[in-house]
């Protein structure tokens, strides 16, 4: 017995050398099996051991380099690895003394969207709302090419290193419970891009944009009171992947700061630069969308009309540099703060990517801006930016649009589009002497007015009563 006691505790004593002479590593969950990395870029990988100053090698088979690095004194550590042009599927290796495999790796094109519920509204709908097209797009939505990873949902107040998820590629199983927007954008990029397209997805419904900045980043509005549950979903679920490779990012939120217009143009312009900071890969694109009309409120007073908030979001094309807005403004719905046709805004999140991030040209990237007014007698004739061939309300009634003297009285105006479909005409019997023009600019409009590719016109207003 004394015998098989003694054997039993060399045996013990022997896994346990074993166990300290071969370190474990271990990597964030997004660095696994059918990954996509961002092609022609120095992308980092990272990671920790159980050992500290302890040796780690990176090898890649799409060029057989060896990268290393030393293990900090808590274990952890990086390098960064360059990528090839797209293409696929490879492989990575990375030991410390065990080694492990990383495999069915593509190269190609990585982008980040994220936001509120509108961005986390699935392909399948969700919160009792459809999505239009969701079946087709699921049938068809077979394609190795297209991969997701969504972020699981969680809020802390410390910064994580780590998040549940794994890499999916698109099929009728995995598709239905993705972002809706952005599944339909990776779907359209790779259609035109001919190259794979890798998707993060990290959103969560009702989140203000507080919540999405880190505690460096929100520090500066720490002592307002507007500012709500600050840096709890960046710590949970942006917190790890900031570093991955991307391209650029997607963003879909506003909604749950319609209360606080005029703060917004100062905290999605320091979240856009926050992130920025954090991902340590230069001035990425961020394109966003602006929300879609609905009714939030009953009132109309500043604060509680939508169009303010609308309007904040485009302020901040001026603000926030290599930046992107796309317009909603046709799409919205009285009834729910969901609009349906996310397939809509999927493929204006990609027209804007294809023609600013990638260069294709033909065709504009965003519907028309306000751009100045002019009054003739007892009419103003609005002008815009990204007009193109002209302007275009497919043949339906033009309204929306509202008119005012020096009472500040806005009335429904008459409006035609005016000379070769460049400006919009407008007047009003009951405003002899106009000074002040507004389009849409209500919590719910139904917009009416286009570019001739379909693109709307922002809301906007001429005024800053």
Known sequence: MKRYQLIMALFASFLLLAEGVQARITMPSFFSDGMVLQQKSAVAIWGSSDRKQQKVTVKTSWNAKKYT???????????????????????????DGESVHINNVLIGEVWLCSGQSNMDMRVSGRYGDPVIG????????????????????????????DCEGIWQEASSETVPEFSAAGYFFARKLNQVLKVPVGIIHASYGGSRVEAWMSKEGIEPYKDLSDVHNASILYNGMLSPVVGYGIRGCLWYQGEANVDVPDLYTQ????????WRKQWGIGEFPFYYAQIAPFNYNKGEEKGKNSAYLREAQAKCLGIVPSSGMIILTDIGDARTIHPMEKETVGNRFAYMALGLTYGKKGFPVTGPLYKSMQIEGNKIAVSFDEVGKGLTTYRQPLTGFEIAGEDRVFHPANAHLGKDAQTVVVSSPEVPHPVAVRYAFKDYVKGCLYNMFGLPVSSFRTDDW
């Open 69 to 95: 690095a030393v293990t900090d004194e808590s274990g952890n550590w990086k390098v960064k690895v360059e990528t090839p042009v797209y293409g696929g599927p490879y492989s990575i290796e990375v030991s």
């Open 134 to 161: 969701s079946l087709d797009a699921i049938v068809t939505s077979g394609n190795p090419e297209v991969r997701m990873f969504m972020v699981g949902s969680k809020m802390t107040s410390e910064p994580l290193t």
């Open 267 to 274: 905290l999605f312009p320091s979240l856009v630069n926050d």
